[in-house]
C-alpha cells in the first residue's frame, strides 16, 4: 500500500477537485494524507483520508474570497482584481500578471523546511502537488523526493513549448479577441515573470540544493514521472513533453460519492420548478461572485427573455445587494451546492472556470460562458471549438445579448454534449487514480 501525502493551497478551487483525487487514491488501496490549511481539514474528513495542516500561500480562498480573511495587501489585490475585471480581458490579465509579479515565490525557504518535516514524519513514497503551488514543487525538487503534479486548470497552465507563457491564453473565443498591440504588451510582461520567475527558482535551489539539477524554466517545473490534467482530451490542444512523463487526462473530479445538500435545497427547487418549466443556475465562481452588477444584469435578462425560466444565483458577498430580485423565480445564496444542482437544471451561466466547465461537460448541462481572467478564455475557446457552451464577453454584455443567449441555449442544446459528457463519465477521479498509481509503481520499479 503505497503512502501518498497530496498537498493543496488555500483555495476552494483547488483543495476541492484535489481531495476527490485524494479520496479515489484511498478507495484505490493508498494510504492518503491531504495537506492544506486548517479552513479545509473538512475536505480530508469528507475524502476519507488523513489531513495534515500546511500552508503554502499567503493568500486563500475558503469559498468566498471577499469574505476570507487575510491580510490587508491580499484584499487589496483582490478589489485591484476585480476592479480590473470591469475594463476587460487584456486589464485583468496584466492585472493578475503584476500580482504574480509581487508574490514571486513567497516564503520558499519556510515551505522547503515544511515539506522535509512532512517527509520525516510521514515517509510518504509519493507527494501530489498542485501544479501552481511552485514553492511546494521547487522544496519537492531540491529534496528530490519523487511526486505527481496536479494541473487544477487548463492544461496549457503548464507551458508546452519555449513560445508559450504562462498567463498568455493559448487561443481565445470568438466574442473576445484582443488586438495585436494588447497581446504584444500582455506577452512583454508575462515573459517579465517568466524570467525573474526562473531566476528565482535557480537562486533558492543553489542555495539549498547546490547538488540537484537545475530546475529549468520555472513555470515548467513538474513532476518527471506524471501530469495530471483536470480537464478532458481535446485532439487540438498543444502536446506536452517529454514523452516519457505520463500526462493523464482525468476529464473531472466530481466524486460519486458525493451527498446531497439536505431537505433546504430540495425545498428551494420545488418552489421554484412549480412556478417555472426550467431551471438556469448563475455562478461566476469563488472569486468572480463578487461582481454582482454582472449577476444582475444576467438575473435581469433572463427574466426579461425567458418567461417560463427560473434562477438560482451564487451571490457570495452580494447576496444582501441581489436580495430585490428574491421571489418566484429567483433565489439568491450566498454560495451554493454546484455540482449537486447541476443535475437538476437545464442550463449553467458560469465565468469558464475549469471546475465548472468540466463539471457541466461530465453532468450534460448546456452552459453560457462568460470568461473574465486566467484560463478562462483557453477554456471558452475549448468550449466552443468542441460545440459545448456558447460564449459571450462579459464586458460588453447586455440584458437582451445574455436573455437571448440563454433562450437559445435552452431551445437548441449544443451538438457536442452528449458525445463528451459520455466520455467525461468514462474517465474522473477513479480512472485517474488507477492510472496515476499505476505510474507510481512503474517509475518505482524503474529507479
Avoid at 480562498?61 to 490587508?72: C, I, K, L
Avoid at 503548464?158 to 498591440?181: D, I, N, T
Avoid at 520555472?218 to 490534467?229: E, G, K, M, Y
Wanted: net charge neutral.
Amino acid at each position: 500500500m503505497p503512502r501518498v501525502v497530496v498537498v493543496s493551497p488555500p483555495f476552494q478551487s483547488h483543495a476541492q477537485p484535489l481531495s476527490v483525487l485524494a479520496g479515489a487514491l484511498a478507495r484505490a488501496g493508498s494510504d492518503v494524507t491531504f495537506a492544506c490549511s486548517p479552513s479545509f481539514a473538512r475536505l480530508a474528513e469528507e475524502a476519507r483520508t488523513a489531513f495534515v495542516p500546511l500552508t503554502v500561500s499567503r493568500n486563500a480562498n475558503t469559498g468566498v474570497a471577499r469574505s476570507t480573511r487575510q491580510d490587508v495587501r491580499e484584499s487589496e489585490r483582490l478589489e485591484e482584481f476585480l476592479d480590473s475585471t470591469r475594463e476587460g480581458a487584456i486589464a485583468a490579465l496584466l492585472t493578475q500578471s503584476r500580482h504574480r509579479g509581487e508574490d514571486m515565490l513567497a516564503g520558499p525557504e519556510k515551505v522547503l523546511a515544511e515539506v522535509r518535516d512532512l517527509q520525516e514524519r510521514l515517509a510518504p513514497d509519493w507527494f501530489v502537488v498542485d501544479q501552481l503551488s511552485y514553492s511546494v514543487t521547487l522544496a519537492l525538487h531540491c529534496l528530490g523526493l519523487p511526486f505527481a503534479t496536479f494541473c487544477p486548470g487548463h492544461p496549457t497552465y503548464l507551458p508546452h513549448g519555449p513560445e508559450a507563457l504562462f498567463g498568455v491564453p493559448y487561443a481565445w473565443p470568438r466574442a473576445v479577441r484582443p488586438s495585436p498591440r494588447e497581446l504584444a504588451e500582455l506577452r512583454q510582461a508575462a515573459l517579465k515573470n517568466d524570467l525573474a520567475f526562473t531566476e528565482r527558482f535557480a537562486a533558492v535551489a543553489r542555495g539549498h540544493a547546490p547538488q540537484a539539477p537545475a530546475p529549468g524554466r520555472a513555470f515548467a517545473l513538474t513532476s518527471r514521472h506524471a501530469v495530471v490534467f483536470n480537464y478532458p482530451w481535446f485532439s487540438w490542444l498543444p502536446k506536452h513533453q517529454p514523452s516519457h512523463v505520463r500526462f493523464l487526462h482525468g476529464g473531472h473530479c466530481v466524486s460519486p460519492e458525493e451527498t446531497g445538500p439536505g431537505e433546504e435545497w430540495e425545498s428551494v427547487l420545488s418552489r421554484l420548478r412549480s412556478r417555472s418549466g426550467r431551471l438556469v443556475l448563475i455562478a461566476l465562481g469563488t472569486f468572480l461572485s463578487a461582481r454582482d452588477d454582472v449577476l444582475a444584469l444576467l438575473i435581469r435578462g433572463i427574466l426579461a427573455h425567458c418567461p417560463d425560466v427560473a434562477v438560482v444565483v451564487a451571490a457570495g458577498e452580494g447576496a444582501s445587494r441581489l436580495a430585490e430580485f428574491a421571489g418566484p423565480r429567483v433565489h439568491v445564496a450566498r454560495v451554493v451546492p454546484q455540482r449537486w444542482l447541476l443535475n437538476r437544471v437545464d442550463a449553467m451561466v458560469h465565468h469558464g472556470g475549469n471546475n465548472s466547465f468540466t463539471e457541466c461537460v461530465a453532468s450534460g448541462t448546456p452552459a453560457l460562458i462568460l470568461p473574465f481572467s486566467s484560463d478562462q478564455f483557453s477554456i471558452a475557446h475549448d468550449a466552443e471549438r468542441a460545440r459545448l457552451a456558447t460564449c459571450l464577453n462579459p464586458a460588453t454584455l447586455t440584458e437582451d445579448t445574455a436573455g437571448a443567449a440563454v433562450r437559445d441555449l435552452l431551445a437548441h442544446v449544443p451538438e457536442g454534449l452528449q458525445r463528451w459528457s459520455a466520455e467525461l463519465r468514462r474517465r474522473g477521479p477513479h480512472w485517474t487514480a488507477d492510472r496515476l498509481l499505476d505510474a507510481m509503481e512503474s517509475s518505482a520499479r524503474s529507479r
